[in-house]
């Protein structure tokens, strides 16, 4: 009897668990309050180490379970929540909150934002906000922000340039991970060279900023975060196409080999496979390309010890012919049959090593070490201009940081950097006029060696007051010695009234041909004063002050923001069209001459409800240098202001995103040959709309809706070879309305 009954006992409860069901339902619970189901949300099973996906509604169930079920929801980009499951419970919720919803980084996790900590006001662009426009490259990614403004170096070789306080791009460090990138050879093209899908986040700081990364950042610094290899992504794939024929693909992939060791590897190509000339010149509006792009980056991380060692490489190689529809590869062919053509193929090899080392168990201390290699060919022709040029460089930082408490924190070290350049212009017209008189041929090669000490301290008190000091020293080997102190200050009047105070010295040394590449595409001889000093030396000084407002869905996200900055030059190297007619005059800013500028600028953000953001930022710049036989002018080709409003209204879990963008673009002085003396306001007008599906997002869009382009953007273009010919003025788009369409794939680890 007793068998019987622990028999019937067993078999009861056999049919106990099978009979059994657990529902589960996955939200999102919001910040302001209220919750939202997840859609196809994952569920891992620990006992049994089985993954379940959520329904379109965040359902799930699960049967037969046994005695326990351990679940973990989770969502990307989102925390886990974790039920014990007993036969006692038939059901349960899940809630998940953002990752990033915590006060450090709410602002970097939106689409854009300004740094609530940083004592410098740093502009954050996410990878959420990279997505709102085409954003093909790097160059593609500022069309949101006014700080910033992207033209056309000129109207053939398609090289992008930025300029930042009213001045070109060159005055401006690019960082890539807090390494400098973007020098000499290869910055003509850099923007386009990063795509903006490899990318993580963009951040802008302006001014002269932190001494660490060396003296050439002058009117601010711009640092690319890539994807990072513990991404939890072994596939992302995204594939673009233009209207105006331009094809592109991404493809990247992180890998965790270990706890340890991980890996990314990043490949792009892209290509512009046919010629168009909108305008009616006779000129390609974009030059036909192909580039090939690949990057590998790892990582090495030793839990316990904090162990940190960082390296990859990546290889570049882009073709780009531009110049009149019928111009080929083949220069002599072009030159024998009076066709205007530009070639120009880029190489390039990178490879960096970073290593951090804690020197304590709190992790508060540490020394690091940062190696960068940089090789870079440039073989090009512009018509009957020729240059080539090769470019090796090094770059090293070794750097000890502590974090004495939780008021002071010190860094000190050393950097040091060689410069190997080649180049050679050669003019063959000016060979066949009268190589007597001036020489077709110049050699602007040079090594550059030079060794730094830096050291920078900062005082924090809790969140209202940060202030960084920093010097910097170098010596050198051609230029002699250089000193730059710097300093920030960041002060908060109340937790919603920031101030922010920073000034200080950067030099550059200029890199003149590639610095201003548009001038090859000119029938102008280029005249280099003899005794040409190529270092150039700057102070930069200015302030923000943000106020948080206490309106809109999201308290912490609405802000009005105002910039104030100044530029002062000591010395500088002046490209100047205006001094002699049929000559590019490049001289030394006069002992009592002054080149500055002043730049005004107004953020507000908000949120005025949920998933509705609306961003107005609207910038005024003043900018003047003493030209040879002018005196002080306005400078040429600098844009007196832009404005820019963006509006994004997405649906519950982004299924749906709506982007708007609207530019109003100043005026600019031109240049006296140009037909008239200002270029017209203009706006510019861009639009996307994106639908996610689980794991792919498909978008479309259009940019220059309103098909505003500038006419005649090259001058003397039916007679190309004569002095007249010029292609550097652009002050404006070069092409009409553009459509484009494209897809993203994302799995998920």
Known sequence: MKRLAISLFILLSVFQL???????????????GGTEPLPYAQVYFLEKSKLLDTDAEGSFTISNYGARATLVATYVGYTRDTVVVTPEIASADFYLSGENEVEQSVITARQAGISKLKPVKTEVISAAGLCKMACCALAESFENSASVTVGYSDAVTGARQIKLLGLSGTY??????????????????????????????????????????????????????????????????????????????????????????????????????????????????????????????????HQASGLQIRFGARFINENRLGGQMGSHKDNEYNIANRIWGSDILNRGINGYLKIGVPINEEQTGSIAAVLDFNHHEMDSYFGMKDFKGSQNSWFLNLLYQNQINDFHKVEFGITAKRDNFSQIFTDNRVAQMNPQLWSPSTDMSYIENSLAAFGEYTYTLDEKITAVAGLNLEHNWLHGWMLAPRANLKYSFTDEIIFRLLGGRGFRCSNIFTDNLGMFSTGRIIKIDEGLDTMEDAWTWGGNITFYLPFGYDEE????????????????????????????????????????????????????FERFTVTATFRYTDARVTLRGQGLVERPMTSRYKGVLNLQYSTPMSKWIFDFTAQINGPMKLPYFMEMDYSPVYPMLYAQITRKFRGIDIYAGGENLTGFHQMEAILSAANPYSPAFNASCVWGPLMGTKFYAGLRYTLWK
């Open 172 to 301: 401006t460090q690019m960082l890539d991970e807090n390494r400098p990138v973007m020098r000499g050879l290869a910055s003509p093209f850099g923007l386009s060279y990063v795509p903006g899908q490899w990318l993580e986040s963009i951040q802008i700081a302006k001014g002269p900023s932190s001494v660490i990364n060396g003296l050439e950042a002058i009117t601010g610094q711009i640092n690319m975060e890539h994807r990072k290899p513990t991404d939890e992504t072994p596939l992302f794939v995204q594939l673009y196409g233009s209207s105006d024929a331009m094809l592109e693909a991404n493809v990247v992939s992180a890998l965790q080999f270990s706890p340890a060791w991980s890996t990314i590897l990043l490949t792009h190509v892209g290509s512009t496979a046919m010629s168009m000339d909108h305008n009616g010149d006779g000129f390609r509006d974009e030059p036909e390309n192909l580039q090939i792009n690949v990057a590998n980056r790892w990582l090495y991380y």
């Open 557 to 608: 996200n609405t802000y009005l923001s105002f910039d104030y900055f100044h530029n002062s030059f000591a010395r500088q190297v002046i490209v100047d069209q205006e001094a002699e007619a049929g000559f590019v005059d490049i001289y030394n800013l006069s002992a009592d001459g002054r080149s500055f500028t002043n730049t005004y600028q107004a953020d507000f953000n908000t949120e005025p």
């Open 18 to 32: 099978h009979g059994q069901t657990f529902t589960g339902k996955v939200y999102y619970r919001r910040p302001g």
